[in-house]
């Protein structure tokens, strides 16, 4: 077993798609084909099954995905460290986050940022983004992940996440709206949302105002984590970022829908002071969380139920 098959397997497996992941690998399929069957024949066991769409994991995929997973990553992170130029990264991180952020995204980049830089503390904390950045200006944190519509003229910024936002509901239940959802539809349903200083509730209402479409959702929560528990163990309705939702979708508690064209995104942005160097440590940690909020996010959409993704994307 080599760890360019596990490579392989892991972006089939989030890709979902043979020419989609040989694209991404810059491989061509037949490559990617051989190191899947030669996987495969090792472990005596057929990890995906094709169909019209792309492909989908057997119970076996699911497992060996599971078990792989964890250790690419370790090994990843080992060979990044060992190919470094040997010189250790030290110091401290002070990193401040929007809520819908601090998911498994913020403690996958730690635990592996941690293995391969033992050197540097850090220190995360999370709040809304207009007090992140206040504590950004005065110095008290190096840099804040926020939400775009909170970014000011006066503080240097960097692309994190541009991602869909996805209609969830808990996995037993079946909306009676059509799918793609339409953004007018939202108004019928019983739904959970953040309250209204939330950024996220500033993306929906700005796109439902203007359909002129108005929601009251009966119940207002700004624990995202506290809103999918409930959304899952109830008929009610919330809308997500996708990074949000993946490990729900993947654990079988939730069901994903997309939102009915031109769709709904929200896209978040580190800010810092420009007259404050962006230590080694700073970046590399940012540029980690960065990648693993796109990877989660590019996985939910690809998690959506198959038929809910057909429709979307005619």
Request: proline residues 5%; hydrophobic residues 45%; charged residues 25%.
């Amino acid at each position: 077993m080599e760890l360019r098959q596990l490579s392989y397997f892991e972006c089939l497996y989030r890709e979902r798609n043979v020419t989609r992941a040989a694209a991404r690998l810059n491989i061509v399929q037949s490559a990617l084909s051989m190191q899947i069957a030669k996987l495969e024949n090792e472990l005596g066991q057929a990890l995906f099954e094709r169909n019209r769409r792309g492909v989908t994991p057997t119970a076996a995929g699911e497992q060996a995905y599971r078990l792989f997973a964890p250790l690419l990553e370790q090994l990843t992170t080992a060979r990044d460290a060992i190919a470094g130029n040997g010189t250790p990264v030290t110091g401290a991180i002070r990193i401040g986050l929007v809520a819908s952020a601090t998911n498994e995204a913020l403690a996958d980049t730690v635990a592996r940022f941690a293995v391969a830089h033992p050197q540097v503390s850090i220190h995360a904390t999370y709040g809304f983004s207009a007090e992140l950045v206040e504590q950004v200006r005065s110095g008290a944190l190096d840099c804040a992940v926020i939400n775009q519509n909170f970014v000011q003229d006066d503080l240097d910024c960097q692309d994190i996440l541009d991602e869909e936002l996805l209609v969830a509901t808990g996995a037993h239940v079946e909306l009676d709206v059509p799918v793609p959802v339409p953004l007018p539809a939202l108004a019928g349903l019983d739904l959970v949302l953040p309250s209204r200083r939330h950024g996220l509730r500033m993306v929906l209402d700005d796109a439902l105002r203007a359909h002129a479409v108005a929601v009251h959702p009966r119940l207002e929560v700004d624990d995202l984590s506290v809103m999918t528990s409930l959304v899952a163990r109830s008929g009610r309705v919330t809308v997500l970022p996708a990074s949000i939702v993946e490990p729900r979708l993947r654990d079988g508690t939730l069901r994903a829908y997309p939102i009915a064209r031109p769709g709904l995104s929200r896209r978040m942005l580190c800010v810092r002071l420009p007259d404050r160097p962006r230590s080694d440590a700073v970046a590399l940690f940012v540029d980690g969380l960065a990648t693993r909020l796109e990877t989660l996010a590019r996985s939910s959409v690809r998690l959506t139920d198959p038929d809910q993704e057909n429709d979307h994307d005619s």
